[in-house]
């Protein structure tokens, strides 16, 4: 047996051979396991409800995943995204953006107060140049979006999800747009844990 | 000299960390109550969540809210082996601390305090922040959640080999990565779709 041999996301990018010590940890928490793999599937499987496409979803999380720097699961969004149609010109697109936005967090500002000392400072990204109408609006506006989730979450403000609006974003997209980058986050940490657990 | 007002100040958001109760609002329109479909209310699980703001807005994509909000109650509350739960809400407190979410830093603090019992302790992390050193295990916990929080991820077999010093088995240490990873889901969705408010 070997990890290709197991359907479970998880276990396909923490490296989990079935079988292995990892493989009867992850089994101890069936619940946790099961709805990883349900969060997953209604992202990514089940038919879009909420008016984001299977190639925006799956150019946000390989830019999510390319800002980590984590190369299973940038290469695994970004396999899926290249089996699309216009999937290669988008993959080279966010490839390049990636390269571009790539940072340390968390950074970003409090309310002003006793928190301010530590604020730090950071870019805030968006798409430009070619790049941009390759992309559209709507998806340039999901990266920048995307960007400020990953890197400095706490600079988020009402006026953000006023510009995902005047793209083109509805509240459900958005909503969906959201969990997608917040899930990845989690996604990309839980493999990256077990991996190292495993080692 | 002007009139008294009677009307209530406008709603304030904190702008320190604190383990009092605050309230959560919307920048954009959560599914009203009564229009809630039955595969939303599905999805908040707990019928309960259809009071809060938070989970209304989240109920728009009420499949990926269902899987999430199973996944949350497992991690957190499946107290079978493993991670005790104190130490849990510590880990999610930690995160909630580092990437700067007062909100969810609020709520864990609490229930770390309740399942501890050592709400000066949890204080400190709140006021000191992550580096504040408390003891040795409570501080592996904390360097191990930030390092897991950090984007590039900095979490590696040094955080493994101290839990483990400390007598955490592989269980409790997969149950710390899977809470302080949860919490990094958790709080990009409190930080982006609405703010903290103080209560009255």
Known sequence: MSVQDTTDILDRLAGVVPGSALDALRRERPQTRDNVQASYAALFEAPDETGVTPSERLAVASFVALLHGGVPVAAHYLDLLEAHPDGAALAAAIRNQARQAAGSGPYGAYPPGPLSREDVA???????????????????????HAHRLVLHPRDAAAADLAALQTAGWSTAAIVTLSQLVAYLAFQIRAAHGLRVLAA | MSDITLERPAATAPNAFTQAELGWEAWIDPVPEAALTERQKEGLVDIARAKSAYFRLLAHDPDILRARTLADKDIFYNSRAGLPRAERELAAAAVSRSNGCIYCA???????????????????????????????????????????????????????????????????????????????????????????????
């Open chain 1, 122 to 144: 950071g870019p805030v990204f968006a798409v430009e140049g070619a790049d941009r109408a390759a992309l559209g609006e709507r998806l340039s506006a999901a990266l920048a």
């Open chain 2, 106 to 200: 609020s709520v864990h603090a609490r229930f770390a305090s309740t399942f501890s019992k050592r709400r000066d302790d949890v204080q400190r992390l709140l006021d000191e922040g992550t580096g504040v050193d408390i003891d040795p295990l409570w501080n592996a916990v904390i360097e191990a959640s930030v390092a897991l929080t950090a984007t590039p991820i900095a979490f590696g077999p040094e955080h493994v080999r101290k839990l483990r010093d400390l007598g955490l088995d592989d269980l409790a240490i997969a149950d710390l990565i899977h809470a302080a990873s949860f919490f990094n889901w958790a709080n990009r969705l409190m930080l982006s779709l609405g703010e903290p408010e103080t209560q009255a």
